[in-house]
């Protein structure tokens, strides 16, 4: 499966070589499979394709949206809203874990549709409205431009109804890359929710001169900052990264805790770590 074969991120790509033979074309259809919407646990429930994700979290009065996939995903991910008995108008606010074109795609559609705020830290907003990353020229693929409305800052608070969401800078895969936190209720207690925002090097040049000489430096910070974060369940933005097929076949198989594994995060950075620590040993200096 090319989901398999691309598993570290949207743009797991171990050498420009491989960059321009793969078949974008082919990698997309598979990304962009539809998958039924579901509830996770809680008010946090699964809009996105087969391959790439996005999270409704839900309140009476509006809905947070985070990331809108790629520009063929918007659709998808709107008709997942209707599905589980929620209404467009009611999504107020847009949120994006990093602005590549797998992520940042479908949110000019999905802003038109819904007419919500889109919210994104500063350092992706560039990327965000021009459609692509100044700093990647490698990356051939564009998105539509979006405009963003508010800029995150690390550790401000998103406050929607019965919602506040906590945003966590965790730059490295782009200069912006932002996670988030937010508590759910579980049996008279609550559980902490982890969006992480991708971990993998994707190609990520960690050498100078390429425009983002700070990258080693986000990527260890990053990782030192998620190890000393508490989650009671790890989702993230691309299916394989957080094992969805597996979890959401133990969940309709009864298992109502199936996506709850404190230790998930702990595991999920050491693998991201060993991976980035490899490449930078394999990139060229210059």
């Known amino acids: 499966m090319i989901r398999?074969?691309?598993?570290?991120?949207?743009?797991?790509?171990?050498?420009?070589?491989?960059?321009q033979s793969?078949?974008?074309?082919?990698?997309?259809?598979?990304?962009?499979q539809p998958m039924a919407p579901f509830r996770i646990l809680g008010n946090v429930h699964y809009v996105g394709t087969a391959g790439i994700s996005a999270?409704?979290?839900t309140s009476p009065q509006g809905h947070i949206l985070i990331d809108g996939g790629m520009p063929e995903s918007a659709s998808l991910i709107a008709a997942n809203i209707e599905k589980l008995g929620f209404k467009l108008a009611d999504v107020k606010i847009l949120l994006i874990n990093h602005a590549h074109w797998d992520h940042g795609g479908g949110l000019a559609e999905l802003k038109r549709r819904t007419g919500a705020r889109l919210l994104?830290?500063?350092?992706?907003v560039p990327a965000l409205e021009a459609g692509r990353s100044d700093y990647r020229p490698d990356i051939s693929i564009a998105a539509p431009p979006v405009k963003v409305d508010g800029e995150l800052k690390d550790?401000?608070?998103?406050?929607?109804?019965?919602?506040?969401?906590v945003a966590h800078l965790t730059?490295?895969?782009t200069k912006g890359c932002t996670s988030f936190t937010m508590q759910v209720p579980s049996g008279g207690d609550s559980l902490t929710v982890l969006f992480a925002c991708s971990l993998?090097?994707?190609?990520?040049p960690l050498t100078p001169g390429h425009d983002y000489d700070a990258a080693p430096a986000d990527f260890r910070a990053t990782f030192a900052k998620l190890r000393a974060t508490q989650a009671d369940v790890f989702l993230s933005f691309h299916a394989e990264q957080f094992d969805l097929a597996a979890k959401r076949a133990k969940q309709l198989a009864g298992d109502a805790d199936a996506f709850v594994d404190p230790?998930?995060?702990?595991?999920?950075?050491?693998?991201?770590?060993k991976a980035f620590e490899s490449a930078l040993k394999e990139q060229p200096a210059n």
């Open 120 to 124: 994104a830290s500063a350092a992706d």
């Open 200 to 204: 993998g090097v994707a190609d990520q």
């Open 4 to 19: 398999i074969l691309l598993s570290a991120s949207a743009l797991v790509l171990a050498s420009p070589a491989l960059a």
């Open 55 to 57: 999270y409704l979290i």
């Open 155 to 165: 550790g401000e608070e998103i406050r929607l109804g019965t919602n506040t969401l």
């Open 171 to 173: 730059p490295g895969h």
């Open 22 to 32: 793969t078949d974008w074309a082919k990698v997309r259809a598979e990304w962009n």
């Open 263 to 273: 230790g998930e995060l702990g595991r999920r950075v050491d693998a991201a770590q």
